[in-house]
């Protein structure tokens, strides 16, 4: 896809994905509509700098400006000196209490429902926990921003802060060959053209019989209606000797790690559904929901936005294959839909089921379908940097954020070891299913790790 410069003196329209959002969920409040990080700063902050170094990171992005008017699916632009911005400040009987209430603070900032019309969309909290020691939350409407944008807000901030004391007017960063308005205007041009029905034809094959939000199928039969909908998480730490041995077998087998642990996802959904009494064919037929950073050019590597879409991970097998086969079956499936992300899924739903479009934002409220989500992060956690005489580490805020679909497997790659999150709805597993569910998937690591050979219907155990 070519990038363009959009005119700014014309009216800008929402990216397709912004639009889904839009027209199914715009008064709908929910957790995962909401992007949320912290930064632990500690040092000398000068709070004065800092805000003035957020007005020049929103002068430099403009996504974070974005509103969008009530009644259109248009843009409009907030100027860049309207912030929100405070610096707060706590007090714990020790320096862990004073941390905790401050991470509450965001998590309760993050809580307060945004106004897509109005804004602002994005919120900013410096909390002072020590005279040293700053929180610094980043509170983010999703729908402008995705992941990768968090990263980029939290580097630049800081860069713009350190340029400010040596320059006084934040110059030193590169300037952006276009911004997420340039992308979301050339993608309406790209798809207008024969692209878009090459890229639905793909994605016609591949879907063929199964919904662009494909249900799970799981289901806790223990589990009675009326529970209470609330997050449960349950982590299991891929220790250094488990990540060598897949790691190794991932080199052998020519594979990445994200299709093995998609792969071991799907060999257990498909153990689960055995035991619901599905047959081997239906059961072994498992769509999965992922995300793709949608980021192909380089000129947008550095922009913020949201230019990730979610996709659909479908892979057929049966219980005779390998555990081996699985994952390069799955390594196909991931770098097809890799190479045809320039559909966003909001599109594709539109055009292909159109019963399904937008319904991805009930299914947090309880009233969607049951769905599973993976993603695979690379680096950890967490990232650090020096400057100014400021040490900036990023943070997690927790929040109680039920996921989309009831179900989502999160693993974060660290390297030389890596964690595994199984995020539930209490609503949908009880504590007892989730806890078996997780101890399933990491037994077909295990066993992945141990020998790739294993056929599938061998692979699952406790």
């Keep these: 896809m070519k990038l363009y410069e959009a005119d700014r003196g014309q009216v800008q329209r929402a990216s397709f994905t912004q639009e889904e959002r839009l027209v199914h969920g715009r008064e709908v409040s929910q957790q995962s509509n909401v992007l949320v990080f912290g930064c632990s700063v500690e040092g000398e902050l000068d709070t004065g700098r800092l805000e003035a170094a957020l007005s020049q990171l929103q002068l430099r992005h403009e996504s974070v400006r974005i509103v969008f008017p009530e009644g259109s699916h248009d843009i409009a632009l907030r100027p860049a000196d309207e912030l929100d911005f405070a610096v707060l400040s706590v007090e714990g009987a020790t320096a862990e209490e004073s941390w905790e209430a401050a991470r509450r603070l965001v998590a309760e900032t993050a809580a307060v429902p945004f106004d897509l019309a109005s804004g602002p969309l994005l919120r900013v909290r410096c909390i002072r926990v020590a005279p040293a020691h700053h929180l610094v939350g980043f509170v983010l409407d999703h729908v402008i921003a995705d992941g990768e944008s968090c990263q980029i807000l939290a580097e630049d901030l800081f860069a713009l802060y350190a340029a400010n004391g040596r320059t006084g007017d934040g110059t030193e960063l590169p300037p952006l060959p276009f911004q997420f308005l340039d992308f979301a205007h050339s993608e309406r041009l790209f798809l207008a053209g024969q692209e878009r029905e090459k890229l639905l034809s793909y994605w016609r094959r591949k879907l063929d019989g199964v919904a662009t939000v494909p249900l799970s199928r799981l289901r806790d039969p223990a589990r009675g209606d009326g529970a209470e909908r609330r997050l449960r998480v349950d982590r299991f730490t891929v220790d250094q000797p488990l990540h060598a041995g897949l790691t190794h077998i991932v080199r052998r087998q020519r594979v990445t790690l994200t299709a093995v642990c ?45 230019f990730a879409t979610p996709c659909v991970l479908r892979t057929t097998f049966s219980g005779e294959e390998s555990l081996a086969e699985v994952a390069q079956s799955e390594s196909r499936t991931i770098f097809g839909a890799l190479r045809h992300q320039e559909l966003p899924h909001a599109l594709m739903a539109r055009e292909l089921d159109p019963e399904n479009y937008g319904i991805r934002y009930l299914s947090a409220t309880g009233h969607g379908p049951r769905y599973v989500n993976f993603d695979l992060t690379s680096g950890g956690s967490s990232w650090k940097l020096r400057t100014d005489g400021l040490t900036v580490t990023t943070v997690r805020i927790a929040r109680d954020e039920v996921p989309r679909g009831g179900m989502r497997v999160h693993i974060r790659d660290s390297g030389g070891s890596a964690l595994v999150e199984l995020r539930t709805d209490t609503g949908e597993y009880r504590a007892e299913w989730a806890e078996e569910f997780l101890a399933r998937y990491v037994s077909v690591l295990r066993r992945f790790a141990a020998d790739p050979g294993t056929r599938v219907a061998e692979a699952v155990g406790r």
């Design 262 to 306: 998609a792969a071991a996802l799907k060999v257990t959904v498909r153990h689960h559904r055995l035991a619901l009494g599905e047959s081997d064919g239906t059961a072994s037929d498992v769509a999965i929901m992922g995300s793709l950073a949608n980021r192909s050019q380089s000129e947008v590597r550095r922009a913020v936005g949201y």
